[in-house]
């Protein structure tokens, strides 16, 4: 009998059944025509598709195909349809000039008027300096304000974190304007926050508490800040945790310090899997509305991260040949006439206390204290000192190096008829030409010293920032990288992530086999980190990461600022250590450009140039090496009787000084001069780090003063041995 096939259902006769049956034509040919022709259609369409199918494979191995995506301040969640690296393209720099200087930590209440409270420091609660400041209502309205100057049509940011103790609610206003969001929060800090266009040349900026009599709340951190039109139209859409992150509270002259991108693990924060951070500090015009006013980190053409600095940051302290130029009622003008590379008229100075000095323009005359002059052609910057501040009399003349003791912190006077607590507070002169000299310390508890040569405790210099005559392409230090992986990323861009700053852990106290590092309570036996930490991301044993026990701790005694590492595995006393970490002073954070690549041929040239610039990068190396075994150590001459060891030297590397070796049994006194570094090798900045030292018995740690002057010191009085240099780099730019 007939049949079909399995494929296509064609008729097939069996001649041994059916050969005695009639021939059909349409049955035993057409039909089976129709099915062969029909099949080729469908075969045309299968062979198009496939034609589809390999042209879209081609595309994606010939042509790169990439997403642009902006990773923004603070913590998100981003999605991601495959596993893929992050490419970065440019980072832009901001800055954020408070202008209420530190009077927004409250760690002084000079300046705040007060209705309807009584007020108190409160160390429990602050989140900035020592004291946050605890409200106690009087009433069933309280408020605190202060004045601030504005200049008409400029808009401006305003801001405070406040918790409620047993108040009901806060918020932030302005006088005649308007007022911020209101917070009720008691589990912890929230900002209210307002942006506002001024219409005087000063405006009365304060927070209102409701609730009733004996209720509390908490503020702290109150910022204003002067802000360009583009961003004072975005403040009405943000939300309270955007505005905190992108308007954090700052103190003097803030740009984007440290900033990085890391990929944690889950929303707590657990475990850090990804990482990208710089080493560098990127500045813009406060009120900057266009990217020609902004520093801008990218990727060379050679894969280095460079730096388009447009704008200069330096230090003004006592190691700066100040000069008298003028005198006034109530102030004096000192220069420095040799600031390097500057355009006229473009600064931005602040004072010690952070609060920024005006700007008078060349050409004119000073009117007043605390402003200041910059003036490129002549490479002059004059700044006005009030009477209140120098202690010097209209008619005295001070002397560079009494001028340079300002500059290092401290106020002149009269002991004969001033006490340094009497001087220090005062805001008349305290010393007019006659009498015995002594100088006051400006800031902290007053003491009386002889003409000072180094920097008084916890004083922190002027700072000016002023746009560079050349830009300059500076090369910048970054540690990891950034990829995405199949899902949710959850993805914070911030600032201020010290990288991998070299450290000596020391043994616990009661604990043998036990390591900590950042720790203060041990009578001179202390190692804490440079910075105030927040916290610590990572501790790497000759560069790699190590385990250990880390956290924080309200013991603010025992580590500083409490945060601590008190257990590290396998310490080995021959390995070197470094760790990186949180610092607690906030900066502005700025958004992070780039793309991810989403195709073969894209992640294929991602490959090509990583491994190109790793092998130049291995290729420089290589080189250098060779090149260090030509380069000799210099040994500076050593004072007060500290003993060179193991190759004490240092040698310059590009932008870098290298130092090694250790320093044997000399003085041991506060500010004892180690040795003097030459003109060539010297910081533009100064700076202090801390060493590793020791005992007879057992390690320990010093900070150490690097001076702009070349001279290097101790900062305070230490039991101890040696000192070793051993490891320690500086840039000199």
């Known amino acids: 009998m007939s049949s079909n096939t399995p494929n296509l259902n064609l008729l097939k006769k069996n001649p041994a059944t059916d050969g005695n049956d009639l021939f059909d034509v349409n049955t ?198 002067e802000i360009n039109s583009t961003d004072f139209g975005n403040v009405s859409s943000l939300t309270v945790a955007s505005a905190s992150s992108y308007y954090p509270y700052t103190e003097g002259l803030a740009g984007v310090k440290n900033p990085y991108a890391i990929r944690w693990s889950d929303t707590a924060r657990t475990r850090a899997v990804s990482v990208l951070a710089f080493d560098t500090e990127l500045l813009a015009n406060p009120v900057a509305d266009s990217d020609t006013d902004r520093d801008i980190l990218s990727v060379g053409p050679d894969g280095q991260y460079i730096k388009k600095s447009i704008w200069n940051k330096l230090a003004l302290d006592g190691t700066i040949p100040w000069m008298l130029q003028t005198s006034s009622t109530g102030y004096k003008a000192a220069a420095w006439l040799d600031i390097p590379s500057a355009v006229s008229n473009t600064g931005f100075v602040t004072k010690y206390d952070k609060t920024p000095l005006s700007r008078w323009l060349t050409g004119n005359s000073a009117t007043s204290a605390d402003s200041h002059v910059l003036d490129g052609s002549t490479n002059d910057l004059w700044i006005t000192i009030s009477v209140a501040d120098s202690g010097w009399g209209d008619n005295y003349s001070p002397s560079t190096d009494e001028i340079k003791a300002y500059f290092y912190g401290y106020k002149m006077y009269d002991s004969g008829t001033l006490t340094a607590a009497q001087a220090q507070a005062a805001t008349t002169a305290t010393y007019s030409g006659s009498g015995t000299k002594q100088w006051a310390n400006l800031i902290g508890s007053p003491v009386g010293s002889s003409l000072p040569t180094n920097p008084a405790s916890g004083y922190t210099p002027y700072e000016i920032m002023y746009r560079r005559s050349i830009t300059a392409n500076v090369p910048v230090p970054s540690e990891g990288s950034m990829s995405m992986v199949q899902g949710d990323n959850i993805i914070e861009v911030g600032t201020g992530l010290i990288i991998r700053e070299f450290t000596k852990p020391l043994l616990y106290p009661t604990t043998l086999d036990r390591y900590m590092i950042n720790y203060i309570s041990g009578g001179g036996n202390t190692n804490p980190l440079t910075y105030n930490p927040s916290g610590v991301l990572q501790v790497y044993e000759n560069g790699r990461p190590t385990t250990i026990n880390k956290g924080t701790t309200t013991d603010k005694g025992t580590w500083k600022n409490g945060v601590y590492v008190d257990q590290i595995d396998g310490y080995n006393p021959d390995k070197v250590y470094s760790v990186s970490y949180f610092q607690a002073d906030r900066f502005p954070v700025a958004s992070i450009t780039g793309n991810t690549s989403d195709n073969e041929r894209a992640i294929l040239n991602d490959l090509l140039h990583d491994v190109d610039y790793l092998t130049r990068r291995v290729a420089a190396t290589e080189l250098r090496k060779v090149d260090q075994g030509a380069l000799s150590w210099t040994s500076p001459t050593t004072l007060n009787g500290w003993a060179a060891n193991l190759g004490f030297g240092y040698r310059i590397e590009g932008n870098r000084v290298y130092l090694r070796g250790i320093l044997s049994n000399g003085a041991t006194a506060a500010q004892t001069l180690l040795f003097t570094i030459p003109a060539r090798a010297r910081t533009n900045r100064s700076f202090t780090a801390s060493f590793g030292t020791y005992t007879a018995a057992q390690g320990q740690s010093v900070a150490i003063d690097f001076f702009a002057d070349g001279r290097v010191q101790l900062v305070t009085t230490s039991s101890l041995a040696q000192i070793s240099f051993e490891g320690f780099s500086y840039p000199i730019d």
Do not use: E
């Open 28 to 225: 035993m040919l057409n039909d089976n025509w129709d099915k062969i022709d029909a099949s080729y259609q469908g075969l045309d369409a299968g062979l198009d598709n496939i034609g589809f199918d390999v042209s879209a494979i081609k595309d994606r191995l010939n042509t790169a195909a990439a997403t642009s995506i902006t990773l923004k301040a603070g913590l998100q969640t981003i999605t991601s349809d495959r596993d893929k690296p992050f490419n970065l393209d440019s980072i832009k720099g901001r800055m954020l000039l408070n202008l209420l200087g530190r009077a927004g930590t409250f760690d002084s209440r000079i300046g705040w008027a007060s209705t309807g409270m009584t007020t108190d420091f409160n160390m429990a609660n602050t989140l900035y300096g020592t004291y946050c400041l605890q409200i106690t209502l009087t009433g069933t309205s309280a408020r605190i304000s202060r004045t601030v100057a504005t200049t008409v049509g400029k808009t401006y940011f305003i801001g405070v974190d406040t918790r409620m103790g047993t108040a009901t609610n806060a918020r932030v206003d302005v006088t005649g304007i308007s007022n911020g969001n209101t917070v009720t929060s008691v589990s912890g800090y929230q900002l209210t926050y307002m942006a506002f266009t001024a219409t005087a040349t000063s405006h009365n900026v304060g927070v209102t508490v409701t609730g009733a009599n004996g209720q509390t709340a908490y503020i702290d951190g109150y910022r204003v800040y």
